[in-house]
């Protein structure tokens, strides 16, 4: 009797526990039917979406911004991306920026930021490549922000987080910067505050009575239990709020009868879609930035040496890392490099080799293919293989950075091609797995340019010879009316 009355304690603690919160739980159809719903979408290898841009969107979006990376990194780049549509991931809010979960999405892009830049440290550069995946999976969540949020529509056209360093982590009713926005995060309101008016432009009073702006994102209802943490007479469902697919104006399961959507996604799907391409851009520039923080010139070299196509501009226009030419011309020659270990046993290496030149402030590159070439351990790149001498336009307030970084070719990509850093097995339907080892990726070599001059520097498997001029006068291309453009 005494066991019974305890337990019913226990189970009246729990559902006033329950009924107090303000949480909601919506469901569709019973907890067991969700069960097997999700048994069934586990043994299929997918759990239901959460609903975002869809996969050709996120993989066109992220091409688009970062055309100007290598194809097999930026292949990586897409893979992880849109594995968080996939599995577990697919039903998990704070991928994708659902359901007023602020404080667990911007945790998740830190987290996943200091993981990568770690990564990027010297003694473990070659793990970098492997870290172009969790790029993707970092950048999912900040495209889906603009379509499932209502940033857009209280007349936002900026970035949600334009810094350098670490995202912001959101907190419950924090504002955001200058923007008059508060995030709309927290089942009550901070007290004396009011609802002043409801989705999808939503605002509120605080207790001196100012007017501000909630940002909220909206609530996810696929037929599963949604535990979401908007306030209930603020909040609006992702099919009324989202902005994923550009179709015009419909009719959705959860509006009023006959009532059209309050969104016309023709035109909002557009701008919505080129904040996610900028966002994507903008966190290239913040990758560069962050992995200076955290290695020095070694974290940048890696990823312009590695990551970067050679013959692209790896500065996109509007982040602060647009290609800039500067009045101050430089010159690099590489006098040799010598393979100490090419990865392949003692034999000879297929060795591929990047040559890079870049400016202090990370908006002007030059950037060099060699190989492959079959290089022995302990010998140098014959010379008529060495890359010709680039040149540099830049500020002028610091000289550049020299790097060289290099990978053992292990037989090629999944197609069999050579020449292409090739990271994981790569999945190609019909043909299904194929297997690819990964290419061993060389410790490389940066030099922090001083001052012009002839300098050998080495790594554990390289040694460099750099030679460096600052040209003037007559020789300096920089000088020229073209050169200064």
Not at 65 to 73: D, K, N, R
Not at 226 to 234: E, G, N, T, Y
Not at 429 to 441: E, R
Request: aromatic share 6%.
């Amino acid at each position: 009797m005494k066991r019974t009355l305890t337990t019913l304690a226990r189970s009246i603690g729990v559902a006033r526990a329950l009924a107090a919160s303000r949480r909601r739980r919506r469901l569709a159809g019973t907890l067991a039917s969700a069960l097997v719903l999700a048994a069934l979408a586990a043994a299929a290898g997918q759990a239901p979406p959460a609903g975002a841009f869809g996969v050709a969107q996120h993989e066109a979006i992220t091409r688009e911004a970062l055309s100007f990376l290598s194809e097999g990194v930026l292949n990586e780049i897409v893979r992880g991306n849109l594995s968080q549509d996939h599995g577990h991931d697919g039903i998990k809010e704070t991928h994708h920026f659902d359901s007023c979960f602020f404080n667990g999405s911007t945790k998740y892009i830190r987290n996943g930021y200091t993981d990568l830049v770690n990564s990027l440290e010297a003694e473990s550069r070659p793990k970098a490549l492997a870290r172009a995946y969790h790029l993707g999976r970092v950048l999912h969540p900040m495209q889906d922000f603009y379509a499932h949020s209502n940033w857009y529509e209280h007349g936002r056209r900026d970035l949600l987080d334009p810094g350098l360093g670490p995202w912001e982590v959101l907190s419950n009713w924090q504002p955001i910067r200058d923007t008059g926005l508060v995030v709309g995060q927290g089942e009550t309101l901070p007290d004396g505050w009011r609802k002043e008016s409801g989705p999808p432009k939503t605002a509120v009073r605080d207790r001196h009575n100012a007017l501000l702006r909630v940002l909220i994102t909206g609530y996810t209802a696929h037929g599963w239990a949604v535990q979401d943490a908007c306030h209930d007479d603020l909040d609006f469902s992702h099919e009324k709020l989202n902005k994923d697919e550009p179709r015009a104006p419909g009719r959705c399961s959860d509006c009023p009868p006959g009532k059209p959507l309050p969104v016309g996604r023709d035109e909002s799907f557009a701008e919505v879609r080129s904040l996610a391409v900028r966002q994507t851009q903008h966190e290239w520039c913040r990758l560069l930035h962050l992995s200076r923080a955290r290695s020095g010139e070694a974290g940048p070299s890696a990823l312009l040496g590695l990551w970067a196509r050679p013959g692209a501009l790896p500065h996109p226009t509007g982040t602060a890392c647009a290609a800039r030419r500067g009045p101050v011309g430089w010159k690099l020659r590489v006098a040799e490099i010598r393979v100490k270990d090419p990865q392949d046993d003692g034999a000879a290496g297929q060795m591929n080799f990047r040559v890079a030149l870049y400016g202090r402030d990370l908006r002007s590159s030059s950037i060099v293919k060699i190989g492959p070439v079959a290089v022995e351990p302990n010998q140098a790149v014959p010379e008529d293989r060495l890359p010709a001498p680039l040149t540099l336009c830049t500020s002028g307030k610091l000289p550049p950075v020299a790097t060289v970084q290099a990978w053992d070719d292990d037989g090629g990509d999944a197609t069999g091609q050579t020449g292409v850093l090739a990271l994981y097995p790569v999945v190609s339907p019909p043909l299904g797995t194929l297997y690819n080892d990964a290419d061993d990726v060389l410790d490389g070599v940066t030099l922090e340019i001083r001052q012009p001059g002839h300098v050998s520097s080495d790594s554990r498997d390289l040694t460099v010879t750099f030679v460096t001029e600052r040209l003037r006068g007559p020789l300096d291309p920089c000088q020229t009316r073209a050169g200064r453009r």
